[in-house]
């Protein structure tokens, strides 16, 4: 084969290199095999997941950490077990690359009545489920279009920021392509101003220097569209109160006086509704309006004083300007705007504090508050944080975060068990970021990743802590044992049977899937600590002792709760009930 030639599988996973991904999680099948020799040849690692749909999961946390995540199943049943885990990705703009392994072309053109299909010789039934979750998709079947077709689906992926659906069949794995166009990089299209980006500066501009009391509202698709740095210049020129969204929590840096936590609607303190209600002006980034992200709705800015910056457009009032890609557009803005005549900031309500908890006696029962109160201390810079859906996805978002910290918890898809891959992806991407000098330490110290998980949430996929332990990654567990799915007790059947979990041995866990107790391990050993905590003095130790930790290793923390306990607005939706 001539040097300017590559196999197909080659540049596959050559252009995964490109876009900055190390890792390709999946599960092996028979019309994958081939393709998976090629992986670690091509200097990626590979982490086989326990099923399909945990394998999805943990690609889309890898992705919300590193950019761009990728996964690998089978025809058929593989890929159908992670389309859950796709849609939820394709919901919340977390940029997955699924490729699938397929029968071989003559088994589809002869309409081979072969496993792994519904027997009836239709090939495509699969693919067709898939475009309706994915933003762009190809099949790779010809040697002459499969790098080009390839590559924009790739394109497409960074463009929309969600994910792709790629089919390999077996035949063409080791189809001899040209490597040529591996010597340009793939990059997200980049649009150019047509003019309209000048009358929505200037209409913007007037906006602002007209503005009284303004406000700005960051959301979650912010992160998306690569604006983080951007807002943060906004945020710290202006001073404006800033709020963001429950999918925007993480997205701007707490630590500044002017930030003010999680905007709720009717949830907040009736100062923060007081406020944001009467404001003249808001600038609202990144919009995501679910019912569940905006509070019920209750949330939603009122269009007449917004200005909303979406991917690709800007909308003031009732005038759309199209074709502005955000980022560009931003920096444009910000470089305009005179900041030596911005409003007044003597108006600016309170800024949200760091509120160090209230001294509670140690043998204070542990509820929903004093959980995450006396948790604060306990967090650094650079953590990531996850927060399952339930009362824990509720909880974390009263957290402080500090400096480049991270944090997942349920936006939309709200798929139950989630947190759990996703921390694996999450804490493998952490770690090689970290490797590259890319990750902020606290104090030179280890970077870590938290879960907090409800006992119904974690027995979805608990098989994931074994590719947790098998990665050795530094995780710590925090596992919210209030007996059952307390999520939907809030919701409906606060005393039905259907919201009952079997009753687990949680921390027996670690040693079922094969890692020592700290207590028996060997020095520089990866080890699980396990410990039990009821009261606040038990809690505040198991942090303590988690904190001093200075090596790799897993931290398991069942935590026992009340299973009516929970948090507003779930607090709410269950006092209905009674």
């Known amino acids: 084969m001539s040097t300017n030639n590559i196999k197909l599988a080659e540049y596959i996973f050559a252009r995964l290199k490109q876009l900055g991904i190390e890792t390709v999680h999946g599960v092996p099948g028979d019309y994958?095999?081939?393709l998976l020799d090629y992986v670690e040849p091509s200097g990626l690692h590979w982490t086989g997941s326990c099923n399909e749909l945990n394998g999805g999961y943990a690609a889309d946390g890898y992705a919300r950490i590193k950019g761009v995540g990728a996964l690998i199943t089978t025809f058929g049943v593989g890929e159908l077990s992670a389309i859950n885990a796709i849609a939820g990705a394709y919901a919340e703009l977390a940029p997955v690359v699924h490729i699938v392994g397929t029968p071989t072309r003559a088994q589809h053109e002869s309409r081979s009545l072969i496993h792994h299909t519904l027997n009836d010789g239709e090939y495509g039934r699969f693919a067709d489920m898939y475009k309706h979750v994915t933003v762009a998709q190809a099949n790779l079947s010809d040697p002459r279009t499969a790098t080009s077709l390839f590559d924009a689906t790739l394109a497409q992926c960074l463009l929309q920021h969600r994910p792709v659906y790629i089919q390999i069949p077996l035949d063409m794995v080791h189809a001899v392509v040209s490597r040529a166009p591996l010597a340009t990089p793939i990059e997200a299209p980049l649009a150019i101003f047509s003019g309209s980006e000048v009358p929505a500066v200037d209409l913007i501009k007037e906006r602002i220097s007209t503005a009284v009391k303004p406000v700005i509202l960051v959301d979650g698709e912010s992160l998306a569209y690569g604006i983080l740095e951007e807002l943060h210049q906004l945020i710290e020129t202006t001073g404006w109160p800033t709020w963001t969204s429950n999918f925007g929590k993480g997205c701007v840096d707490e630590t500044l006086p002017n930030t003010r936590g999680v905007w709720k609607g009717n949830w907040s303190t009736k100062e923060d509704q007081d406020y944001v209600r009467s404001a003249d002006l808001v600038l609202c980034f990144g919009p995501h309006f679910s019912g569940t992200n905006s509070y019920f709705y209750t949330g939603i800015p009122p269009s007449?004083?917004?200005?909303?910056?979406?991917?690709?457009?800007?909308?003031?009032?009732d005038k759309i300007f199209r074709d502005l890609p955000v980022k560009q557009f931003l920096s444009l803005l910000l470089k305009q705007v005179d900041t030596t005549n911005l409003p007044s900031r003597s108006t600016n309500p309170t800024p949200q504090e760091a509120k160090a908890p209230a001294k509670l006696a140690d043998d204070t029962k542990l509820d929903q508050h004093n959980l995450y109160s006396e948790m604060q201390p306990y967090l650094r810079a650079g953590d990531?944080?996850?927060g399952e859906t339930g009362t824990a996805g509720y909880g974390v978002r009263e957290l402080r975060l500090p400096k480049a910290a991270r944090l997942f918890k349920p936006t939309t898809w709200l798929s139950i068990?989630?947190?759990?891959?996703?921390?694996?992806?999450?804490?493998?991407?952490?770690?090689?970021l970290d490797q590259a000098g890319k990750w902020q330490r606290h104090n030179d110290k280890l970077p870590r990743t938290t879960l907090l998980i409800g006992d119904g949430s974690f027995q979805m996929t608990a098989q994931e802590l074994s590719t947790i332990i098998k990665e050795k990654l530094n995780v710590t567990i925090i596992l919210l044992n209030n007996d059952g799915y307390t999520i939907e007790r809030c919701i409906h059947g606060k005393d039905q049977g259907y919201n009952d979990v079997a009753r687990w041995r949680y921390l027996n866990a670690p040693a079922f899937f094969g890692v020592a107790a700290a207590e028996g391990g060997a020095e520089g050993e990866y080890v699980a600590h396990t410990t039990v905590a009821k009261t606040v003095g038990e809690w505040r130790k198991a942090l303590d002792d988690a904190d001093k930790r200075t090596t790799a290793g897993l931290t398991m923390i069942e935590v026992i709760l009340?299973?009516?306990d929970a948090m507003s607005p779930l607090s709410d939706l269950l006092a209905k009930q009674l």
């Open 32 to 34: 994958n095999l081939e």
């Open 384 to 386: 990531i944080i996850l």
């Open 417 to 432: 068990g989630y947190m759990l891959p996703a921390t694996q992806g999450a804490a493998l991407a952490q770690r090689e």
């Open 304 to 317: 007449k004083t917004t200005i909303y910056f979406k991917s690709s457009s800007v909308t003031v009032e």
């Open 562 to 564: 009340d299973r009516e």
